[in-house]
C-alpha cells in the first residue's frame, strides 16, 4: 500500500531535549515536505527536499534541521525544543522536482514540549 | 490576505445540500489543490487543477479556477455525514522559488 509513514505518532517532550521525527514513503517519491499546523494558523511548511541531498527551507525554518540521505526518508530533527514548537507537524511527499502533483501526507506527529 | 485563503471560514449545512467554498491568492500559480482533513488526521488530496484548466471534476466534487480573479471554489454536491472535515487549497506557485502555501481552511459540518 502506498504511504506515508510518520514515528512517533504522539510526543511529549522537555525544553532542550533534541528529537528526530521520522517519515518514510515507500512510492519512489522525489519532493518531501514537512509542514506543522498550529490552530488558526493553518499548515505552515518548515522545510522541503526536492530530491536526495536537495533540502531548502520553507515558511517557518527556524528551530528545525532535516536531512535528505535516501530518497524515502526525510527525518525532522530539533536540536533543541522549546514550547514554541508544540504543534502537529505532517510530513509530505509527492512525484517530481516541480511540484505539479499531489501531496501524500503522513498520519502526523502531536508533539508537545514543556 | 495571505496567499491560498479560504472562505468562508467556517459551513453548516443539512445533509443532501450543495456546499461551496472559496480560496483566493495572489502570485501566479502552476497549479492549486484542494484537501480534506478529518480531525485530526492527514489531509487527504481532493482535486489537483493546473493554471491551464478552468474545471475539473471528480465524484461530487467540482473545482473551478479563474486565474484573472485569482480564485478557485470546492464545490461538493448532495452533501453527505461523512463530508464533515476541513478543506485546503494549496496554491503552487509558478516561480519555482516560492513556497507552496496552504490556506487556513474551511470547516465544512454537515447536519443531519
Known amino acids: ?114 | 490576505s495571505q496567499q491560498g485563503e479560504e472562505d468562508p471560514q467556517a459551513l453548516s449545512i443539512q445533509e443532501g445540500e450543495n456546499a461551496t467554498m472559496n480560496c483566493s491568492y495572489k502570485t501566479s500559480i502552476n497549479n492549486l489543490q484542494w484537501y480534506r482533513q478529518n480531525s485530526g488526521r492527514g489531509l487527504v488530496h481532493l482535486i489537483l487543477i493546473r493554471s491551464n484548466e478552468r474545471e475539473k471534476h471528480s465524484g461530487r466534487l467540482r473545482v473551478t479556477l479563474d486565474t484573472s480573479k485569482k480564485s478557485s471554489s470546492l464545490l461538493i454536491t448532495a452533501s453527505r455525514a461523512a463530508d464533515t472535515a476541513s478543506y485546503f487549497c494549496a496554491t503552487v506557485p509558478q516561480n519555482r522559488d516560492d513556497k507552496i502555501i496552504f490556506g487556513k481552511g474551511t470547516r465544512l459540518h454537515i447536519l443531519p
Open chain 1, 1 to 114: 500500500e502506498a504511504q506515508v509513514t510518520q514515528n512517533p505518532r504522539y510526543l511529549i517532550t522537555v525544553t532542550g531535549k533534541k528529537l528526530t521525527v521520522t517519515c518514510s514513503q515507500n512510492m519512489n517519491h522525489e519532493y518531501m515536505s514537512w509542514y506543522r499546523q498550529d490552530p488558526g494558523l493553518g499548515l505552515r511548511q518548515i522545510y522541503y527536499s526536492m530530491n536526495v541531498e536537495v533540502t531548502d527551507k520553507g515558511d517557518v525554518p527556524e528551530g528545525y534541521k532535516v536531512s535528505r540521505k535516501e530518497k524515502r526518508n526525510f527525518p525532522l530533527i530539533l536540536e533543541s525544543p522549546s514550547p514554541n514548537q508544540t504543534s502537529l507537524y505532517f510530513c509530505a511527499s509527492s512525484y517530481g522536482q516541480d511540484r505539479s502533483y499531489e501531496q501524500y501526507f503522513g498520519p502526523g506527529t502531536r508533539l508537545t514540549v514543556t
